[in-house]
Nanobody, 123 residues
C-alpha cells in the first residue's frame, strides 16, 4: 500500500503563485508515475500533470503548460506542483495520485490517491 498526503493549498489572488506538495509513504518502491489532478465542484476530475518517479520526465495538460511545473524529490518521497499565474478557473481541490505503470492522464489508471488540498483563486 501507498499513502499520499497533500499540503500547501490555500487562498491566493489572481496572478499569484502557490506550491503544493505530496508526501508518499508505504511501499513507495512500487510507484512508477506520480500525478496531480484537480476537481472543481460539479466537474469531472481533471488531469493536471504527471512525472516519472524514477526518471523525472514531466508531462502536462495543455492548459497547464507554461504555468505549472511538477517536480519530485525521491530522497524525501515527495512530489510538488509549482503553480503560477493563477486564474479563478484554477480553483479546485487538487489531488496527488500514484500508479505502478507509466505515464497516463486518465484518472482510472492511478491506484493511490491523497485526500486533496483546496486551492482557491480569488478575482
Amino acid at each position: 500500500q501507498v499513502q499520499l498526503v497533500e499540503s500547501g493549498g490555500g487562498l491566493v489572488q489572481t496572478g499569484g503563485s502557490l506550491r503544493l506538495s505530496c508526501a508518499a509513504s508505504g511501499r513507495t518502491n512500487s510507484i512508477s508515475t506520480m500525478g496531480w489532478f484537480r476537481q472543481a465542484p460539479g466537474k469531472e476530475r481533471e488531469f493536471v500533470a504527471a512525472i516519472n518517479w524514477r526518471g523525472g520526465n514531466p508531462y502536462y495538460a495543455d492548459s497547464m503548460k507554461g504555468r505549472f511545473t511538477i517536480f519530485r524529490d525521491n530522497a524525501k518521497n515527495t512530489v510538488s506542483l509549482q503553480m503560477s499565474s493563477l486564474k479563478p478557473e484554477d480553483t479546485a481541490v487538487y489531488y496527488c495520485a500514484a500508479q505502478r505503470g507509466g505515464y497516463s492522464d486518465y484518472v482510472g489508471t492511478y491506484h493511490y490517491w491523497g485526500q486533496g488540498t483546496q486551492v482557491t483563486v480569488s478575482s
